[in-house]
């Protein structure tokens, strides 16, 4: 492989987004990832914010999108029930899409853009002759920058930094439902552990899922409440439906962690998950890696330093608001917060427009108290801040 300048480990949304944006603004651009395609296990969750940062980058029939027509939020035998209308002149609250076709029509886009894509997985990543040596099986290639766009696992990441601490990790486990969707999301809230359920769903499938800290938690301890949660509520036929196990680590960063987490230094980038750039209340972080990458490659292109001027973009930008969701999560996942929560969402309008907005991404956590009081619903407001 020849020299290049810009090596993007991963390509996923952070990494596909970040070489579609240095493609065409010139750069030597290497995507290397050997998982394509795949199906995500994760929920799939497209927020309105992210919809609006992808613009006309990819096209609308390529999300293969479920557009959400309502949420139900539940603990125990508690429920509210929201009706999500979509705008009609503006990019949606909330699409769920395949992970696969999504994270596809992106690759695709840097690869019209420029990029070269390399579907191999990296082995090894070193310092080499003032730049980077990334090596698969079949090679090695050198590039002035390397990024890490890698996932929570991320080999650039263990190379220039250390691994994320249990405590700073959530897991998700749970089941690819095949052969039944539907146009609404569930979420029901869990307390021992403390975290939360999902069923999201896809074109073709349902993902039904729930998650909570590592170091509190196993898939073992998880995988039984979404096989009773999908016994209870999907449907089955004559043959029932088929179900496909997953698990997965996300990045959950605590306050402490984000306030010292260095996502860049001379040479390198880390995006998205492999820079713990994913809201712990929600664990959404498709905003954040594609946010990411454009702060990335708006960085390498114009800045004279891009690894300070990167630190200092993400810090005020995405970490300053993880920082805040991080803080408020130790109060959120209480029972007396969520089953408050649930009833304010049956009683309020008010209400359940601020969750719409945290839904869609375009509420953010800075503001988030004042617009609560907003409401009017003073007293209810007052007993949900105070847990």
């Keep these: ?29 290497t995507l290397f990832d050997g998982s394509h395609p ?12 992210a919809l609006e940062l992808l613009g006309n980058a990819i096209d609308s029939p390529a999300l293969a999108a479920a557009l959400i027509q309502s949420a139900t939020f539940e ?31 992106l690759l695709a886009a840097a690869i019209d853009a420029g990029a070269t894509f390399v579907p191999e997985r990296i082995t090894h990543v070193s310092r080499a002759d003032g730049g980077w040596q990334v090596t698969t099986r079949h090679g090695a290639a050198h590039a002035a920058w390397v ?34 969707t539907s146009r609404d999301i569930s979420i029901g809230f869990e307390d021992n552990p403390a975290g939360y359920l999902w069923s999201f769903p896809r074109p073709d499938h349902l993902a039904v899922g729930v998650c909570a800290q590592a170091d509190v ?19 089955s036929g004559p043959a029932g439906p088929t179900l496909e196990r997953y698990s997965w680590p996300i990045p959950s960063l605590r306050e402490s962690t984000l306030r010292l987490e260095q996502p860049a230094g001379t040479g390198w980038l880390l995006l998205g998950d492999a820079g713990g750039m994913v809201d712990p209340i929600t664990r959404e972080g498709i905003f954040f890696a594609l946010s990411s990458a454009d702060a990335a490659a708006e960085c390498l292109v114009e800045d004279r330093d891009p690894a300070v001027a990167y630190v200092a973009r993400i810090r005020r ?11 408020l999560k130790a109060s959120f996942f209480r029972p007396r917060f969520t089953g408050l929560l649930i009833r304010a969402l049956e009683k309020s309008p008010g209400i359940r427009s601020v969750m ?18 907003a409401t009017m619903e003073l007293g209810l407001m007052v007993k949900m801040l105070r847990q």
């Excluded at 696992?153 to 691994?163: A, D, E, F, I, T």
Aim: overall charge positive; proline content about 7%; aromatic content about 6%.
């Design 317 to 327: 930008s995405i970490y300053d608001e993880l920082a805040r969701a991080a803080r």
């Design 217 to 235: 938690s196993s898939p073992s301890m998880l995988a039984p409440i979404a096989s009773s949660w999908i016994a209870r509520n999907v449907a």
């Design 38 to 49: 795949r199906e995500k296990p994760c929920g799939g969750g497209v927020t309105g914010r």
């Design 356 to 373: 719409l907005d945290l839904i869609a991404g375009r509420q953010p956590y800075r503001g988030l108290r004042r617009r609560l009081l």
């Design 147 to 180: 990024l890490g766009a890698d996932g929570p696992n991320s080999l650039v990441r263990k190379r220039v930094s250390r691994p994320f601490d249990r405590a700073d990790l959530s897991i998700a486990t749970g089941f690819f439902v095949h052969g039944v």
């Design 1 to 29: 492989m020849d020299r290049m300048d810009i090596a993007i480990v991963g390509a996923g949304p952070a990494g596909s987004r970040a070489a579609w944006r240095l493609a065409r603004a010139g750069a030597r651009v």
């Design 75 to 105: 603990r125990g035998p508690d429920r509210a029930q929201m009706r999500i209308e979509q705008p009609p002149d503006a990019s949606p609250h909330l699409v769920v899409t395949s992970r696969a076709r999504f994270d596809a029509a």
